[in-house]
């Protein structure tokens, strides 16, 4: 079993900026894509950035130059920077990993989710 543990949401004026982190524990082989999606009220869950191991991080075009994700695959975690931050940012933000287990078997893990909210 695999856990993802998210830290760093909270309460941010408007322009400000917040830092989450993702760290996956647990019985992991490899991580294959790691990345941050996010659902505000009464929206469906939408993709914010997602990095697939040796690939080029993939943008929501919301957030193309205000957001940055990396990864640091020694400690099998994630974290996403987020500068100059809008009201339409608000939302439950969710950790997502593909990840191959040591028996070789691939499974699709989500966090428990972090809320982030931007005061205007």
């Known amino acids: 079993q695999v856990q993802l543990v998210e830290s760093g949401g909270g309460l941010v004026q408007a322009g400000g900026s917040l830092r989450l982190s993702c760290a996956a524990s647990?019985?992991?082989?490899?991580?294959?894509?790691m990345g941050w999606y996010r659902q505000a009220p009464g929206k469906q869950r939408e993709l914010v950035a997602a990095k697939p191991s040796g690939g080029s991080t993939n943008y929501a075009d919301s957030v193309k130059g205000r957001f940055t994700l990396a990864r640091d695959n020694a400690k099998n975690t994630t974290y996403l920077q987020m500068n100059n931050l809008k009201s339409e940012d608000t939302a439950v933000y969710y950790c997502?990993?593909?990840?191959?287990?040591?028996?070789?078997?691939?499974?699709?893990?989500w966090g428990q989710g972090t809320q982030v909210t931007v005061s205007s």
């Open positions: 647990g019985s992991i082989f490899s991580i294959h894509n």
């Open positions: 997502n990993a593909a990840i191959t287990d040591p028996r070789g078997s691939w499974h699709d893990y």
